[in-house]
């Protein structure tokens, strides 16, 4: 059943003045969704809908604006009184992103601003002093009409609020006071007044700049906690994801890097898979902390998993701490490989031509470029070796994986829809490639993905069954003034408190670790209306079947266990490589060149650029 919308009136005392059901106009076969309301004194109530936007007067009744049967078809628009009695009109269109004013008399979105991102999502809120109010995951902006500009009022971080995501309900009361309903980091939310502080009147704290392309929930949480609790020391994000464009996703990662390698640094840098770390620390960009593993008393005890620590080690010292990671790996059925845990390339072409199915299904919805960028960031060090500057990209190995890739679609056609719940369970798909961000995540993949015992398998052509991804790497600059200070704040990743709380990554810490293994095999309970205590049951549809997911076994946990403890390389992904690969490999799968000789080539072009990047 459709949802109903009524339009109703009260006064100041409470009573209804009047009821309207409200889309009852709409065409046959359409719906109405209310999506916004504002009031003007001029020209009543304001209501954008999925229709578009009308006024309602109680003496004229409903009056259009904007038909988006007829214009601007497919948007999507909300209304906001702003502080001049101006209705704003945000949303999109196909052109992208609009905020604008509303002309009433030509029926159209007026001024239309040049300066909100189509990157960004906002959320927009009226009040006094600026024309209008917004904000996104990150601060609260105050926007100027006549000047088309959008001035940051509040860094969450810097005003220590657990905020990660837009602030939905805010009103500014001027535009140095604000009330908002905020949360806390358990997310229980208080009406809250937000007040500028002057700024001779905010203590003078050591300034610890943070730096990355994207700064994770984590790090944006700890950052909080750490400003409230410290005395001494601030962190300042600099945030480079506010450089990305619509037309170019990786433009903060690529300005990050960018800043690096001319040195300029912040005091902590925080990495994603796609950072070139390795390069940096052959550099001597970065501080070894081990020294502080083994004099600080706060850590010096604790107990980590050695094969994930030594991984991320250089030699006997640490350039980088990843206090929680996943394990990537090919998942299988377990019937299919009969004890097997690392097929070789002959072996995933013979299970492949024994069940009949097409090499380009084998492993579900998955592209080319993906397929080959697996293979090189499943192979560990197999084909560059940073700290000596090589790599073996003519190897027989590589060679026969560019080939493998070659029957896999260079981008997905009409007819090449799987459903991602039945795939694997029909055989239609063979290889699923995924990472196991906890215990937990096995469940879905044994139970729901293939519903049968799984087997690790190793990408096709690694030398090794699974690979670390790591969930943020931390790196404290050998430049850093506040080397003490950044450590104060990073070391916090590594406490018990902080792994004990982690859901959706696997913990460094060991006892952590234990801790989430064994709960992995407990049941949920909630108590019913009686008092009573009750098992949760957890229940999932694959296609129009119910599929109930026990909790998991002994054998389950031992399973996923015995992978991360077996996992001894880094997943190794760099945005550059990964181009220089495609950009040679397409005269091989157009068939212009044999794979050989695009290998060479390869080989020549990365050989270059790892020695200049190392």
């Not at 009524?6 to 709409?26: C, P």
């Not at 026969?400 to 055989?427: A, G, H, I, N």
Request: glycine residues 6%; hydrophobic residues 35%; aromatic residues 14%.
């Amino acid at each position: 059943m459709d949802e109903e919308y009524t339009l109703v009136k009260y006064d100041n005392a409470g009573n209804e003045v009047y009821s309207i059901k409200l889309g009852e106009d709409v065409a046959e076969g359409d719906y109405y969704a209310a999506y916004g309301i504002a009031y003007s004194k001029e020209h009543g109530v304001i209501l954008s809908s999925n229709q578009g936007i009308a006024t309602y007067d109680e003496e004229k009744g409903f009056t259009t604006i904007i038909d988006l049967n007829s214009k601007y078809t497919g948007s999507n628009f909300e209304v906001t009184r702003g502080y001049n009695g101006d209705i704003f009109v945000t949303g999109y269109t196909d052109e992208g992103r609009i905020v604008g004013t509303l002309d009433f008399d030509a029926k159209d979105i007026g001024h239309k601003s040049e300066v909100f991102s189509n990157n960004n999502y906002y959320t927009f809120f009226g009040g006094n002093g600026y024309d209008i109010y917004c904000t996104d995951d990150t601060a609260i902006y105050g926007y100027d009409l006549k000047s088309d500009k959008l001035v940051k009022l509040l860094d969450y971080v810097d005003s220590d609020l657990s905020i990660t995501y837009n602030l939905n309900n805010a009103v500014a009361v001027s535009d140095t006071e604000l009330v908002a309903l905020v949360p806390d980091f358990d997310y229980n939310f208080t009406l809250t007044r937000l007040t500028k502080v002057p700024a001779d009147q905010v203590k003078d704290r050591q300034i610890i700049t943070l730096a990355g392309a994207y700064i994770d929930y984590n790090v944006r949480q700890a950052a909080v906690k750490f400003n409230k609790d410290n005395d001494d020391y601030k962190i300042k994000f600099v945030d480079y994801s506010t450089y990305n464009t619509e037309d170019d996703y990786d433009a903060g990662v690529k300005r990050f890097n960018l800043d690096i390698a001319s040195g300029n640094v912040a005091d902590i840098m925080a990495f994603d898979l796609e950072s070139p770390v390795e390069s940096y620390i052959n550099k001597g960009l970065f501080l070894d902390v081990a020294p502080y593993f083994s004099s600080d008393p706060d850590i010096a005890d604790a107990k980590y998993i050695d094969n994930i620590m030594d991984a991320f080690k250089t030699g006997d010292k640490m350039y980088q701490v990843v206090p929680y990671f996943e394990i990537a790996t090919v998942a299988c059925k377990a019937s299919l490989v009969k004890g097997q845990d690392l097929l070789t390339m002959e072996d995933y072409k013979n299970i492949i031509e024994a069940k009949g199915i097409k090499k380009a299904n084998a492993f579900g919805m998955t592209l080319r470029k993906d397929m080959l960028d697996y293979g090189v960031a499943f192979a560990g060090p197999d084909y560059i070796d940073w700290s000596n500057k090589t790599c073996n990209f003519n190897s027989d190995e590589f060679v026969e994986l560019m080939e493998f890739m070659k029957d896999f679609p260079e981008e997905y056609q009409e007819d090449d829809y799987m459903d991602y719940d039945t795939v694997y369970r029909s055989d239609e798909a063979l290889f699923n490639q995924t990472s196991l961000y906890g215990f937990d995540s096995f469940k879905r993949l044994r139970y729901v993905v293939f519903g049968e015992d799984v087997s690790f398998i190793g990408f096709p052509g690694s030398h090794y069954t699974s690979v670390i991804y790591p969930g943020a790497r931390l790196c404290i600059s050998a430049q850093s003034k506040n080397a003490d200070g950044a450590w104060k704040f990073i070391k916090y990743f590594l406490s018990e408190e902080f792994q004990d709380s982690l859901d959706w990554d696997f913990p460094i810490r060991e006892s952590s670790y234990e801790k989430m293994k064994a709960k992995a095999m407990e049941p949920e309970y909630y108590e019913d209306e009686n008092g009573n205590k009750v098992e949760s049951k957890e229940y999932y549809y694959v296609g129009d079947k119910e599929v109930e997911i026990p909790v998991l076994t002994q054998a389950d946990v031992d399973q996923v266990d015995a992978l991360v403890k077996n996992s001894h390389y880094v997943m190794s992904y760099n945005m550059n490589v990964s181009n220089i690969i495609s950009e040679e490999a397409s005269a091989f799968f157009s068939g212009q060149k044999s794979a050989k000789e695009v290998c060479d080539i390869i080989q020549s072009r990365l050989s270059i650029y790892i020695n200049e990047n190392s």
